[in-house]
């Protein structure tokens, strides 16, 4: 049976370079078109992981996949942002590095084989990323001047929600990961008979990886 949920991961992937094209490009209606391109990536995120559950498909490789297409969509997104002068380099680099140094940890884990639960802290990271990067994307358009509240913008809070939960979440995974991994005798990255761990992460348990974080 073809394995769909890996699939649609791999055409959130596809999406990401389709989304740049229509922010940078001074494509006219770009905008529109990019705003709807992320609510298709976003609901395609929330579409492979039911179906793998549904389907008993949850595997190593989509345990790896579905996260790697969150990061890049969110930083191919917030970098093209950043270069239309919509938002702070320094929100971006935070985020984007936040992203990138739990995935490492998230590697670790999984091959000492240590299962770090998801918990509400990624996927409310998540959504605030996507809400506010669309809102970003669509306010000079749909978003009228005089909509603010103590004289910010809809998108400044809905940016410093994102960067709250961003921080937040990735605290609490590195405190989860660090009372799992404290004490765990090191595996070792070889492929030797009855290891059942090699390099190209052979013998993980997709439970170890599954969720967001």
Same mark, same amino acid.
């Given at each position: 049976? @073809?394995?769909?949920?890996?699939s649609?991961?791999?055409?959130?992937?596809?999406?990401? !370079?389709?989304?740049?094209? %229509?922010?940078?490009?001074?494509?006219?209606?770009? /905008?529109?078109v990019?705003? %709807?391109? *992320?609510?298709?990536?976003?609901?395609?995120?929330?579409?492979?992981?039911t179906?793998?559950?549904?389907r008993g498909?949850?595997?190593?490789?989509?345990?790896?996949?579905?996260?790697?297409?969150?990061?890049? +969509?969110?930083?191919?997104? *917030?970098?093209?942002?950043?270069?239309?002068? #919509?938002?702070?380099?320094?929100?971006?680099?935070?985020?984007?590095?936040?992203? %990138?140094?739990?995935?490492? +940890?998230r590697?670790?884990?999984?091959?000492? #084989?240590?299962?770090?639960?998801?918990?509400?802290?990624?996927?409310? #990271?998540?959504?605030?990323?996507l *809400?506010?990067?669309?809102?970003?994307?669509?306010?000079?358009?749909?978003? #009228?001047?005089?909509?603010?509240?103590?004289?910010?913008?809809?998108?400044?809070?809905?940016v =410093?929600?994102?960067?709250?939960?961003?921080?937040?979440?990735?605290? /609490?995974?590195?405190?989860?990961?660090?009372?799992?991994?404290? =004490?765990? !005798?090191?595996? @070792?990255?070889?492929?030797? @008979?009855?290891?059942?761990?090699?390099?190209?992460?052979?013998?993980?348990?997709?439970?170890?990886?599954? =969720?967001?974080?």
């Open positions: 049976m @073809p394995n769909l949920p890996n649609i991961s791999f055409f959130r992937v596809a999406l990401v !370079p389709v989304l740049m094209v %229509f922010l940078l490009a001074g494509i006219p209606s770009g /905008d529109i990019a705003f %709807f391109v *992320l609510g298709v990536a976003a609901y395609s995120d929330t579409l492979d992981g179906l793998a559950r549904r498909q949850v595997t190593v490789m989509g345990a790896f996949l579905d996260p790697l297409a969150d990061k890049l +969509l969110v930083s191919c997104a *917030l970098i093209s942002l950043v270069s239309l002068d #919509k938002l702070s380099a320094w929100v971006a680099t935070v985020i984007i590095a936040r992203e %990138f140094a739990v995935s490492g +940890l590697m670790i884990a999984a091959v000492q #084989k240590v299962v770090i639960p998801a918990s509400k802290w990624g996927k409310a #990271k998540t959504l605030s990323q *809400l506010a990067i669309a809102a970003l994307i669509i306010e000079p358009r749909w978003l #009228k001047p005089d909509w603010r509240l103590l004289g910010h913008r809809v998108s400044w809070y809905l =410093g929600l994102a960067l709250i939960l961003t921080v937040a979440s990735g605290i /609490d995974y590195f405190v989860k990961a660090r009372s799992r991994l404290r =004490g765990m !005798p090191p595996v @070792p990255l070889d492929s030797h @008979p009855g290891s059942g761990v090699s390099g190209e992460g052979a013998g993980l348990d997709p439970r170890a990886v599954v =969720g967001k974080e």
